[in-house]
């Protein structure tokens, strides 16, 4: 499968932004699929997630402000990003895979889309 990831820009601490990961394929109803990002200088870190059967987690940092959600009829999946700070300046990479896990084992990545909050 193939993703391609969107929605990223430039936005004011407080507003809101809505990613999507288009994938290629007919199977994307059947991959557990997950957001992470990576801020300069560091690690890369897991955002959200949500299994093929719609169990979902989240990271601790966003939770409550973020709402990952997904439309097996357009293969896209979508992180829904409320009151932003910051901190959540990174790099957004979406990611499908036969593990539903918060670890970067996933099979197939995004080429990443960058977010970027202004104080």
């Known amino acids: 499968v193939q993703l391609q990831a969107s929605g990223g820009g430039l936005v004011q601490a407080g507003g809101s932004l809505r990613l999507s990961c288009a994938a290629s394929?007919?199977?994307?109803?059947?991959?557990?699929m997950g957001w992470f990002r990576q801020a300069p200088g560091k690690e890369r870190e897991f955002v959200a997630a949500m299994s093929s059967s719609g169990n979902i987690l989240y990271g601790t940092s966003v939770k409550g402000r973020f709402t990952i959600s997904r439309d097996n009829g357009k293969n896209t999946l979508y992180l829904q990003m409320n009151s932003l700070e910051p901190e959540d300046t990174a790099i957004y990479y979406c990611?499908?895979?036969?593990?539903?896990?918060?670890?970067?084992?996933?099979?197939?990545w995004g080429q990443g889309t960058l977010v970027t909050v202004s104080s």
């Open positions: 394929g007919r199977t994307f109803s059947s991959y557990h």
């Open positions: 990611a499908a895979g036969f593990r539903f896990t918060t670890t970067n084992l996933y099979n197939y």
